[in-house]
């Protein structure tokens, strides 16, 4: 069991070190978010948006970082292993690919938390916002988190066996999918083909708690059941494929 | 056909791998085993399979065929259990993270699952002397220091196993000795150790048995003496005697000499067999030269290595 823990940690030291040793690396959790909360929220105050709109803003770009850190921690952490040439040497150690997992959620569970501290002061500060019910809050982001989980798996299927030319896919792939979530919007706006297409994506009623906490929007609990388990089932699934297809035809690990 | 005192049990292995409509035979039906305190050497061109044999060793690669069992178990149903007692150094990584020496180390550890890190770390440090850059950035290290880091990373979980590929590629000089003097310690202490090298001097210094690969198919296997003898290759020998033209002269008379020359002050008696050698020898001590030193010149591994490489491309044909 320490083995077990001293292997899920080692990937929270080193990302934790990497990042903490490179200000740009720094600037995922400061400047970035940030930007994102800012460039938002401004232009909704610019046209007059309600107190409402703004706060859908927020719990909307607080979600997406949700999604966000859950799934690229998982990619940078594997290509930081891949830039560093080390990456032959990380993939004959014992660590299991639950625990490479599993660290990379505390990883990113961290990094999140610390922007979601800034969101809720700067939020506070400027926009006066708080959260009107807690539970659904975190309920909302529980979801999206474990949507972020998923992508995340799905996009190191791909990375694993394409490696560097498949990482720009790690950002485009989740920030494509909330944005077909509706992350400030209903899916109504959409023309009726793509709606009946995103309604089996999980992020839409995961972003619904958090847009019904200020009572803009009514979740369809079933289908957020239903859709997730689809999702993590089916990112395993693809994972799990992706590793034995790289392991077969010498696509793991990078031995000249 | 596996015995207990194997470390590493390789029987008929076959990897395959396919491009397209294209299939390539990588390793063909190879076959051998590494006995604990062994040295192993792995030999052939590039491109010949010996990284696609370490690869299916450490679990990188998933073989087609075969058997493959270390420690005793077997690769197909408990790698992470074989992963926790091997280790691995490559040439030409030059890893760099932005960890210390001492971090990347201890990631290392965690990685293994190790406890009592601190005195682990310290020993392997010590062991290819790199305590003065505890504190240095791996990114920083010259390509010397950052093979010396993997070994040291290799040596923290005391490995059984050790899998070296080309480990002192583009080393100097003194750390190539020390490095080499290292893999003679864990040698004494019992670790098995699969060596691969274009080295041939380290080859001949370091290995109790060799193996020649070519196109994914053992050519020759035996100690560095029994692949020597495998080859025919005329016997020389190097006599210094008081009058070199006149030895040399009737030297070329004899029916059982092929040729005989005078090379740097000394005078090269070719012979085909060892039977030729103690004729050669016989006339020596009947005549009345004044001998000074005599030697037989034994062909060198890389020779034997050229040979057998040529041969076995002449076969292919």
Excluded at chain 1, 35 to 53: E, P, R
Excluded at chain 1, 164 to 177: K, Q, W
Aim: charge should be positive.
């Amino acid at each position: 069991m320490i083995a077990f823990l001293n292997r899920v940690y080692s990937q929270v030291y080193k990302n934790i070190l990497v990042m903490w040793r490179n200000y740009f690396r720094l600037f995922d959790v400061t400047v970035w978010p940030l930007i994102l909360l800012f460039s938002i929220t401004l232009f909704v105050n610019f046209v007059q948006g309600d107190a409402s709109i703004v706060a859908m803003v927020i719990l909307g770009v607080t979600g997406w970082r949700a999604v966000y850190h859950m799934q690229i921690d998982m990619t940078t952490s594997y290509m930081e292993e891949y830039w560093s040439h080390s990456l032959n040497h990380f993939l004959i150690s014992p660590l299991r690919m639950v625990e490479f997992i599993l660290g990379n959620i505390i990883t990113g569970l961290l990094k999140f938390f610390f922007v979601l501290a800034l969101y809720l002061i700067i939020g506070k500060l400027i926009f006066a916002f708080s959260i009107a019910n807690m539970w659904l809050f975190v309920l909302g982001i529980f979801s999206l988190s474990i949507f972020g989980i998923a992508i995340g798996m799905l996009s190191m299927g791909i990375i694993i066996i394409y490696h560097e030319n498949a990482y720009t896919a790690s950002y485009i792939i989740p920030d494509l999918l909330v944005l077909l979530s509706g992350v400030y919007y209903p899916i109504s706006i959409f023309p009726e083909a793509v709606q009946s297409i995103v309604k089996f994506i999980p992020a839409v009623y995961g972003f619904d708690i958090l847009k019904s906490i200020i009572g803009l929007a009514e979740v369809n609990y079933a289908m957020l059941i239903a859709t997730t388990l689809i999702w993590l089932a089916a990112s395993l699934l693809f994972f799990s494929a992706c590793y034995r297809y790289a392991r077969k035809n010498g696509k793991l690990g990078r031995m000249s | 056909m596996f015995k207990t005192a194997d470390s590493v049990a390789i029987s008929g292995l076959v990897k395959i791998f396919s491009r397209g409509r294209k299939t390539v035979k990588a390793l063909d039906n190879v076959s051998f085993s590494i006995r604990k305190g062994e040295i192993f050497g792995l030999l052939g061109p590039n491109g010949a399979g010996k990284t696609t044999l370490i690869s299916v060793l450490c679990g990188l690669l998933e073989k087609n065929a075969g058997r493959v069992e270390i420690l005793g178990k077997n690769v197909d149903r408990d790698m992470s259990g074989i992963q926790k007692r091997i280790n691995l150094v490559l040439g030409f990584t030059g890893i760099g993270m932005s960890l210390t020496v001492y971090e990347f180390l201890k990631y290392y550890c965690m990685l293994y699952g190790l406890g009592n890190k601190d005195a682990r770390i310290a020993s392997a440090m010590k062991s290819v002397d790199i305590e003065d850059k505890r504190d240095t950035i791996t990114l920083e290290l010259s390509s010397g220091y950052k093979q010396r880091l993997l070994l040291a990373k290799a040596l923290l979980n005391e490995p059984e196993v050790l899998l070296l590929d080309e480990p002192t590629v583009g080393l100097d000089v003194e750390i190539a000795i020390k490095i080499r003097s290292l893999i003679k310690e864990l040698q004494k202490k019992g670790t098995a150790i699969l060596l691969t090298t274009h080295n041939m001097y380290e080859v001949e210094e370091l290995c109790d048995r060799i193996a020649l690969i070519s196109k994914g198919r053992i050519i020759a296997l035996g100690t560095v003496d029994e692949i020597k003898k495998m080859i025919k290759v005329d016997k020389v020998i190097e006599v210094d005697v008081d009058r070199l033209a006149d030895f040399a002269g009737e030297m070329k008379r004899q029916k059982y000499v092929v040729s005989s020359r005078i090379v740097d002050d000394v005078v090269h008696v070719k012979v085909v067999s060892y039977g030729n050698v103690r004729k050669v020898m016989d006339f020596l001590s009947k005549s009345d030269f004044l001998i000074y030193s005599v030697r037989l010149v034994e062909p060198t591994l890389e020779e034997a290595f050229l040979k057998i490489m040529r041969k076995d491309a002449g076969g292919k044909k």
